[in-house]
């Protein structure tokens, strides 16, 4: 299946500070990918649509503000969490649509996953 | 609404023995549903996937499940368990367009010697 990749995998920071969290499709190009938040625990939080050249798409509740989020290219999203605060620790995962699975319903493929800790 | 359900928490299953773990989804139009496994602190693998045809789907690491449309179920079976099941599992529906994923709750499934 098709490959994604997260960078960092864990990061810890200071309250207040930004933390940009990478999310890459190494085999395929991605128009479209996702960004989610998981607590322990938990199922995962839809947070935003990423599409490649245009504004995010965010959940209802989410700041935009607050979660940056950038798909300046077919393999490349990323997120900012801006002024982090330790409510903002969690696993925030990534995932990416690959057309190549073809017509409805494309398969999503998931990141392993940054691990955000703030102090 | 559209909506997944995966009523067991948590499982726990003797190591040889047989698996079956639930899932029931509300939606409107024709499903499109995966299964996800998801061990400690990592990502989720996709473990197979029913988007049309035969309602029996196979999947990676030995598992099946089957899409029965009158019970509005999914549910993920696997004949023989091995340890190293023991993780996360997902349930999820996709709409046609796949900009939305709706996941279930999780079940956490526990393998005993």
């Known amino acids: 299946g098709a490959v994604v990749s997260q960078h960092p995998s864990r990061v810890i920071c200071k309250s207040g500070t930004s933390v940009k969290i990478e999310c890459r499709s190494l085999?395929?190009?991605?128009?479209?990918m996702f960004w989610y938040r998981q607590f322990p625990k938990q199922s995962l939080m839809l947070m935003a649509t990423?599409?490649?050249?245009?504004?995010?798409?965010?959940e209802q509740g989410v700041e935009k503000d607050k979660f940056l989020i950038n798909h300046a290219s077919l393999t490349l999203s990323t997120l900012t969490v801006t002024s982090a605060h330790p409510e903002d620790s969690s696993f925030y995962i990534c995932?990416?649509?690959?057309?190549?699975?073809?017509?409805?319903?494309?398969?999503?493929?998931f990141g392993p996953g940054t691990r955000l800790l703030v102090l | 609404a559209q909506s997944v359900t995966q009523p067991d928490i948590h499982i726990t299953v003797s190591e040889g023995a047989s698996l079956e773990l639930r899932c029931n989804y509300s939606?409107?139009?024709?499903?499109?549903l995966f299964w996800y496994v998801q061990s400690p602190g990592q990502g989720l693998q996709l473990l197979l996937k029913?988007?049309?045809?035969?309602?029996l789907v196979q999947g990676i690491k030995g598992f099946e499940a089957e899409f029965k449309r009158s019970q509005s179920s999914f549910n993920l079976r696997k004949p023989s368990v091995h340890w190293s099941d023991a993780a996360e599992y997902f349930c999820?529906?996709?709409?046609?367009?796949?900009?939305?994923?709706?996941f279930g709750t999780g079940t956490s499934l526990t393998v005993i010697p």
């Open positions: 029913y988007f049309s045809g035969d309602t």
């Open positions: 999820a529906v996709g709409s046609n367009t796949g900009n939305q994923f709706y």
């Open positions: 995932s990416a649509r690959d057309p190549r699975s073809g017509g409805a319903g494309e398969t999503q493929y």
């Open positions: 085999d395929f190009q991605a128009t479209t």
């Open positions: 939606y409107g139009a024709t499903p499109y």
């Open positions: 990423s599409n490649e050249g245009s504004k995010a798409t965010y």
